[in-house]
């Protein structure tokens, strides 16, 4: 456990967007058995999930959230010092798209810009990065662009994911500002369950060809080639029980807060089912866990800012809230924080 803490800096302001076009889980009566679906929408608590057209990159998605978010603060294309973007589907292999943003949205050539590739843990693991960042002399404000468009590395043919994940994106300011008190990450990985969660092909180690691109079908009946995510439930579910209640607990630990002192605790949208046991597990209240699911289902690293906005907007603009932050996924990798925000701006949820 990377156990870390960073004091006066925190999040100024987050917005996130989604595509208007939707897949409703009702109709893939196709890949699972017509008799299941209802049990199956019970289970992962997921009825919908936005889906971006093909011509739509996540960048193009994290531009509208970021040109947005800067114009509604009033932040000038100057003001920027760091532009980090996240995302497990970038535009290109090279050039890293944080660049490629950074001249969109026309921001200055002194802006320094990297690529994360990270998936479910993102969002913890990029704020993490962006406090660091907000904490050096030099650097004052942070851009943490996370966007997916998972719908282009799913098989609409594999029962396990088809129903799952949606896209989106969203755009989160960190400042320096001596108003912000003490916030703490814990950063994780095992990198031993890699195969849990993957793209076999594509890359270097298993460089595209004809067979990787050609379909395969599976035991479970599933249908997908290798350039697309598969993912084994059953182990991410192990993984997930056995390390994320224990995290959420050794923040709080670090903190010295005992979970009534957290107003909201925000887990990343797996499914229905991960979440009701963290819930359980960890006996908090449920109306001190929000769920976007039902109507975007799992947006991987952009799941947490995404449901900050269609979920706690009005509270979170309204009054300073203390919230537990935990996301967990592909690595296998998990990150949990402990953040107050202050003072901080939510916008209202854009649609393209």
């Known amino acids: 456990m990377a156990l870390i803490t960073y004091k006066n800096v925190g999040i100024r302001a987050i917005s996130a967007v989604v595509p208007k076009t939707k897949r409703y889980t009702s109709d893939l009566a196709g890949v699972i058995p017509a008799e299941l679906i209802e049990k199956a929408i019970h289970s992962i608590g997921i009825e919908e999930r936005r889906v971006a057209e093909d011509a739509v990159c996540s960048s193009d998605l994290c531009y509208i959230a970021a040109s947005s978010l800067l114009k509604e603060l009033g ?45 479910c843990s993102g969002y913890v693991y990029g704020l993490s990065m962006a406090f660091a960042l907000a904490s050096q002399i030099g650097v ?5 662009l996370t966007g997916e468009t998972l719908s282009k590395i799913i098989s609409s043919e594999d029962k396990a994911t088809a129903p799952l994940f949606g896209d989106g994106a969203a755009a989160t300011v960190v400042e320096k500002n ?12 095992d990198g031993s369950g890699d195969w849990a969660l993957k793209i076999p092909a594509g890359a270097f180690r298993n460089p595209s ?27 991410v579910f192990n993984f997930t029980v056995q390390e994320v209640p224990a995290d959420v607990k050794r923040i709080l630990l670090a903190s010295g807060r005992a979970p009534t002192d957290v107003d909201y605790f925000l887990f990343h949208q797996s499914n229905k089912f991960m979440i009701d046991f963290f819930t359980k597990k960890l006996r908090i209240p449920l109306n001190r ?15 947490i800012p995404l449901t900050i906005v269609t979920e706690t907007r009005s509270i979170f603009n309204s009054k300073d809230i203390t919230a537990i932050l935990s996301g967990y996924g592909a690595g296998l990798s998990w990150g949990t924080a402990l953040i107050e925000f ?9 649609e393209v």
Request: glycine share 6%.
């Open 209 to 235: 060809s004809l067979a990787t691109l050609a379909d395969k079908t599976y035991e479970d009946g599933s249908v997908r080639n290798d350039h697309q995510l598969f993912m084994d439930g059953i182990e």
């Open 140 to 144: 004052n404000r942070v851009l943490l």
């Open 289 to 303: 866990v929000p769920s976007s699911l039902k109507y975007f289902g799992n947006t991987s690293s952009v799941s």
């Open 75 to 119: 932040y000038g294309a100057d003001s920027i010092d760091v532009l980090i973007f996240l995302s497990q589907t970038p535009d290109y292999i090279v050039p890293p798209t944080s660049s490629i943003l950074q001249h969109r949205l026309g921001l200055s050539k002194d802006t320094a810009c990297f690529d994360i590739n990270l998936a």
């Open 178 to 189: 001596g108003e912000y008190g003490t916030s703490f990450f814990s950063l994780n990985s």
């Open 342 to 350: 202050k003072n901080c701006r939510i916008s209202d949820l854009i």
